[in-house]
């Protein structure tokens, strides 16, 4: 049987995205796009994992989707998905188990929820397993990561443009050293009919 997944997001390219690699790793997943939303699809289905971002609606939205998951019986493993990271106390307090910095790469995050999957599973049955360590961050904020993203797509851009300009004016030279090399056959002949005379 696969595993259910709740993703709770209002960024409906993120959502479908992530929707879409977890469904191609084999999970069952189910959507929501405001925490209104997330809570209601928590209290009529039974998810072994939820998702949700951290700012919807208003800036405590996930942390509503959170308390909810929380309540819910069947205690569904918990993250924290967001671009603008919070430390640990502040996410743990909130209830998460894990905090999901977006971007990541697909391998890391299938990583971070098969440990927290593993975590739940021994929780609900009882077994007492090390649940996963929180995901160091850089240190950098997602403006910061933003900015250094776009700065490098920029420079490449940049680069491009150039490496074709500079492409265009060798071509340009060499048809004008070309033309320069070799007059045009007309004035050729011209030139041998005036020599004769």
Do not use: C, N
């Not at 191609?24 to 039974?46: L, N």
């Not at 998905?81 to 971007?103: N, R």
């Not at 443009?161 to 492409?167: D, E, G, I, S, W």
């Amino acid at each position: 049987m696969k595993r259910r997944i709740l993703l709770v997001d209002d960024e409906v390219a993120v959502l479908l995205t992530l929707k879409a690699v977890l469904e191609i790793s084999g999970f069952d997943v189910d959507t929501a796009t405001s925490a209104r939303e997330g809570k209601a699809r928590i209290r009529h289905r039974e998810y072994e994992m939820v998702i949700t971002d951290m700012r919807m609606e208003d800036e405590r939205a996930g942390e509503d989707v959170i308390a909810e998951a929380r309540k819910a019986s069947y205690k569904p493993a918990v993250a924290l998905l967001t671009a603008f990271p919070v430390d640990d106390v502040s996410w743990q307090d909130m209830g998460a188990d894990q905090m999901l910095v977006k971007p990541m790469h697909t391998r890391v995050l299938l990583q971070q929820l098969e440990d927290l999957f593993v975590a739940r599973e021994s929780e609900v049955s009882g077994v007492s397993v090390k649940k996963p360590a929180p995901v160091k961050t850089t240190g950098k904020s997602a403006a910061k990561r933003s900015a250094t993203v776009k700065k490098s797509t920029k420079t490449v851009a940049k680069k491009t443009v150039a490496k074709k300009v500079v492409a265009k004016k060798t071509a340009v030279k060499k048809a004008v050293v070309a033309k320069k090399a070799k007059p045009p056959a007309k004035k050729v002949v011209a030139k041998k009919v005036a020599k004769k005379r």
